[in-house]
């Protein structure tokens, strides 16, 4: 290919112009750029590769080649010598002698269907490479072994469960009411009816499997919903309470919702709920908007940006055209659609831009009077699940809502939350049942989506199972229970991150410091009187310290005697007993109080110390009247004050 490559190249070399080049001091700027005529090489790489593929075939009807794994180097496409098949070694022979190198590569045996005849056959020129065959190696084996895995678990939906492994996450004591994890899966939160919030951090947590925070957002009321945003960075928190609250991702409150006037009769002119709420989640795709349902009878929509009033009021109504409680509510996967469901059993959904009527209803899809705990819709949007308080669950297709597509009954469900999701294939419909404590051990169930039978189930605890939530990310199950406990289910191969973080991780130890000294600060510009020495080590400070007299002040002994300086003496060393001791039990008679102050009447004329000095110039002498007798003091009182016999 030199040959004629060569004849294409140019290599003359262009004298610039001798103005420029008086100016700049030189006479040229080198050598012209080498051209390439394209359509050439094409045109020769695609008469090689013809011209190689008949000399193959030929040899290949011929000679029978043998199935040795080594024979893959003699028939690969690659152009070095090294890798050259003695086919190629023969027809480089001939091409060297025109002149020209083997820059096309070689065909493989299955184009031996091809008609290659003619040039014209062949078509436009292949890429290089194209004849190049995989040798059947260990990889490829390994590779056909975790295809035929995924099919079989295509097959067979129930090897994905991962139910392996589990760690327990200790909420408290009562009901685990509410879960929630982050897109990511790298938060857990739970809420109950402790009225507690704790957030868990896999990445963070150790063995010990302590939550980083806990706190009380909403007082003294049952925590009822807990769920991330679309983007992970706020919570929305849906108690008993009539105001829901947005926390962001380290708990501290972010927005809370206006409460609405409940002396107003037209719950569309309130600015918000006026009665306890009972569910809540977030808008999927947009990331500021979540809808709320209270008691009050209507589903309110809301806007993170705009606290003071809802966005927009859904009031859902019985066959009577009568208020309706609704007991929980949801968005469709595209975010079009609301859900809810009411106390009469009816399912009830409206266009998230139209509030006026319904786009779908079923007036009976429960039976009435009983709280549907859980709607959920499926990763396709064509259905839609159920979770009734009539111990039953059932499957809607959103095309038909008339009838349901299947129905399980006898799952006794008696928390008005209890949940059901679907697996991340939409193959498997998930949802635990509800026992009396320490009676019977309550169970995950799960079911086929199309043929809704039910294929397999976990024993969790012995308490009722009320939140389940499969992540599709972590494929890892969380489980929230009755007794207190958050279950994180995970298969250590098929599951990603979350719980598998935490369990490698050792315990920490807590670090005791024996000694509390005071923290040394360090001002390089501060005058030598108020700088501070610096410290060497801590034992010799130590050592100072007990040296200084002020620092190590010996404590004052108790005070023995009558007291000084203000401290009241021994005898209980408190107010209380000295007041007890001197005053309460003193044994002198006070019976007659002339005579208890006359005993002092001498001393005091002869030291007067009180009223006597303030009298000495004024009434230098004092004179008191002698006591009189009875009938003295009878003769002195006049006529009208003496008694009449």
């Given at each position: 290919?030199?040959?004629?490559?060569?004849?294409k190249?140019?290599?003359?070399?262009?004298?610039?112009d001798?103005?420029?080049?008086?100016?700049?001091?030189?006479?040229?700027?080198g050598?012209?750029?080498?051209?390439?005529?394209?359509?050439?090489?094409?045109?020769?790489?695609?008469r090689?590769?013809?011209?190689?593929?008949?000399?193959?075939?030929?040899?290949?009807?011929?000679?029978?080649?043998?199935?040795?794994?080594?024979?893959?180097a003699?028939r690969?496409g690659?152009?070095?010598?090294s890798?050259?098949s003695?086919?190629?070694?023969?027809?480089?022979?001939?091409d060297?002698?025109?002149?020209?190198?083997?820059?096309?590569?070689?065909?493989?045996?299955?184009?031996?269907?091809?008609?290659?005849?003619?040039?014209?056959?062949?078509?436009?020129?292949?890429?290089?490479?194209?004849?190049?065959?995989q040798?059947?190696?260990d990889?490829?084996?390994?590779e056909?072994?975790?295809?035929?895995?995924?099919?079989?678990?295509?097959?067979?939906?129930?090897?994905?469960?991962?139910?392996?492994?589990?760690?327990?996450?200790?909420?408290?004591?009562?009901?685990?009411?509410?879960?929630?994890?982050?897109p990511?899966?790298a938060?857990l939160?739970?809420?109950?009816?402790?009225?507690?919030?704790?957030?868990?951090?896999?990445?963070?947590?150790?063995?010990?499997?302590?939550?980083?925070?806990?706190?009380?957002?909403?007082?003294?009321?049952?925590?009822?919903?807990?769920?991330?945003?679309?983007?992970?960075?706020?919570?929305?928190?849906?108690?008993?309470?009539?105001?829901?609250?947005?926390?962001?991702r380290?708990?501290?409150?972010?927005?809370?919702c206006?409460?609405?006037?409940?002396?107003?009769?037209?719950?569309?002119?309130?600015?918000?709920?006026?009665?306890?709420?009972n569910?809540?989640?977030?808008?999927?795709?947009i990331?500021?908007?979540?809808?709320?349902?209270?008691?009050?009878g209507?589903?309110?929509?809301?806007?993170?940006?705009?606290?003071?009033?809802?966005?927009s009021?859904?009031?859902?109504?019985?066959?009577?055209?009568?208020?309706?409680?609704?007991?929980?509510?949801?968005?469709?996967?595209?975010?079009?659609?609301?859900?809810?469901?009411?106390?009469?059993?009816?399912?009830?959904?409206?266009d998230?831009?139209?509030?006026?009527?319904?786009?779908?209803?079923n007036?009976?899809?429960h039976?009435?009077?009983?709280?549907?705990?859980?709607?959920?819709?499926?990763y396709?949007?064509?259905?839609?699940?159920?979770?009734?308080?009539?111990?039953?669950?059932?499957t809607?297709?959103m095309?038909?809502?008339?009838n349901?597509?299947?129905?399980a009954?006898?799952?006794?469900?008696?928390?008005?939350?209890?949940?059901?999701?679907?697996?991340?294939?939409?193959?498997?419909?998930?949802?635990?049942?509800?026992?009396?404590r320490?009676?019977?051990?309550?169970?995950?169930?799960?079911?086929?989506?199309?043929?809704?039978q039910?294929?397999?189930?976990i024993?969790?605890?012995?308490?009722?199972?009320?939140r389940?939530?499969?992540?599709?990310?972590?494929?890892?199950?969380?489980?929230?229970?009755?007794?207190?406990?958050?279950?994180?289910?995970?298969?250590?191969?098929?599951?990603?991150?979350?719980?598998?973080?935490?369990?490698?991780?050792?315990?920490r130890?807590?670090?005791?410091?024996?000694?509390?000294?005071?923290?040394?600060?360090?001002?390089?510009?501060?005058l030598?009187?108020?700088?501070?020495?610096?410290?060497?080590s801590?034992?010799?400070?130590?050592?100072?310290?007990?040296?200084?007299?002020?620092k190590?002040?010996k404590?004052?002994?108790?005070?023995?005697g009558?007291?000084?300086?203000?401290?009241?003496?021994?005898?209980?060393g408190?107010?209380?007993?000295?007041?007890?001791k001197n005053?309460?039990?003193?044994?002198t008679?006070?019976?007659n109080p002339r005579?208890?102050?006359?005993?002092?009447a001498?001393?005091?004329?002869?030291?007067?110390?009180w009223?006597?000095?303030?009298?000495?110039?004024?009434?230098?002498?004092?004179?008191?009247?002698?006591?009189?007798?009875?009938?003295?003091?009878?003769?002195?009182?006049?006529?009208?004050?003496?008694?009449?016999?």
């Amino acid at each position: 290919m030199d040959g004629w490559m060569d004849e294409k190249v140019s290599t003359d070399v262009e004298m610039t112009d001798p103005d420029v080049g008086a100016v700049m001091g030189f006479s040229g700027f080198g050598k012209k750029a080498r051209t390439f005529d394209l359509e050439a090489i094409f045109e020769q790489t695609r008469r090689t590769a013809i011209e190689r593929s008949r000399k193959v075939l030929e040899e290949e009807r011929s000679v029978v080649r043998p199935s040795d794994p080594t024979s893959c180097a003699g028939r690969s496409g690659h152009t070095g010598d090294s890798t050259r098949s003695p086919v190629d070694s023969e027809s480089g022979s001939d091409d060297s002698d025109n002149g020209s190198e083997k820059t096309g590569p070689t065909l493989p045996s299955q184009m031996s269907r091809l008609d290659v005849e003619g040039e014209s056959a062949m078509g436009p020129p292949l890429p290089q490479g194209y004849g190049k065959q995989q040798c059947e190696t260990d990889e490829e084996e390994e590779e056909d072994d975790g295809d035929e895995e995924e099919d079989d678990e295509d097959k067979n939906p129930l090897k994905r469960i991962p139910d392996s492994h589990e760690i327990t996450l200790t909420h408290g004591k009562k009901t685990v009411s509410a879960l929630g994890l982050d897109p990511s899966g790298a938060r857990l939160v739970t809420g109950g009816y402790d009225y507690e919030v704790k957030l868990w951090d896999f990445a963070g947590m150790d063995a010990s499997l302590q939550a980083f925070r806990s706190l009380q957002p909403c007082e003294c009321h049952q925590i009822k919903s807990l769920q991330y945003s679309s983007t992970g960075d706020v919570i929305l928190c849906v108690a008993g309470s009539a105001q829901a609250k947005v926390l962001d991702r380290d708990g501290f409150q972010v927005m809370e919702c206006v409460k609405g006037d409940q002396y107003i009769v037209d719950q569309a002119k309130t600015k918000g709920h006026t009665a306890m709420l009972n569910s809540g989640v977030w808008h999927p795709k947009i990331k500021e908007e979540f809808v709320t349902c209270s008691n009050d009878g209507t589903v309110r929509t809301w806007d993170m940006n705009n606290e003071k009033k809802h966005k927009s009021v859904f009031k859902p109504r019985s066959m009577q055209g009568k208020r309706v409680i609704p007991t929980t509510c949801v968005y469709s996967r595209d975010g079009k659609l609301i859900a809810a469901a009411c106390q009469d059993g009816s399912i009830q959904i409206w266009d998230r831009t139209v509030n006026v009527h319904t786009k779908f209803h079923n007036r009976q899809a429960h039976a009435p009077g009983s709280d549907t705990s859980c709607l959920s819709f499926s990763y396709d949007g064509n259905t839609l699940a159920s979770r009734g308080g009539d111990d039953t669950i059932k499957t809607w297709d959103m095309r038909n809502f008339r009838n349901p597509l299947n129905v399980a009954s006898g799952l006794p469900n008696i928390f008005p939350m209890t949940d059901c999701c679907f697996s991340p294939d939409d193959k498997l419909l998930v949802t635990g049942t509800s026992v009396k404590r320490g009676q019977e051990n309550g169970k995950l169930l799960f079911f086929d989506r199309e043929t809704f039978q039910k294929l397999y189930e976990i024993e969790v605890t012995d308490a009722s199972v009320i939140r389940c939530l499969w992540h599709p990310k972590l494929n890892q199950i969380m489980v929230g229970t009755g007794n207190g406990l958050a279950k994180v289910y995970y298969h250590p191969v098929k599951s990603q991150r979350g719980a598998k973080l935490c369990v490698v991780k050792t315990k920490r130890k807590a670090k005791q410091s024996q000694t509390v000294t005071q923290e040394y600060v360090i001002t390089p510009h501060a005058l030598p009187m108020f700088r501070e020495p610096r410290q060497k080590s801590t034992r010799k400070q130590l050592e100072k310290d007990r040296l200084d007299p002020v620092k190590s002040h010996k404590p004052e002994p108790p005070v023995s005697g009558p007291g000084r300086g203000g401290r009241v003496g021994t005898h209980g060393g408190t107010l209380s007993s000295f007041i007890v001791k001197n005053i309460a039990l003193d044994k002198t008679d006070d019976s007659n109080p002339r005579e208890a102050i006359l005993r002092h009447a001498k001393e005091a004329e002869q030291n007067p110390y009180w009223v006597a000095p303030a009298y000495v110039k004024t009434q230098p002498h004092a004179v008191f009247a002698a006591p009189e007798t009875e009938e003295e003091m009878e003769d002195d009182e006049p006529e009208w004050k003496k008694r009449k016999l």
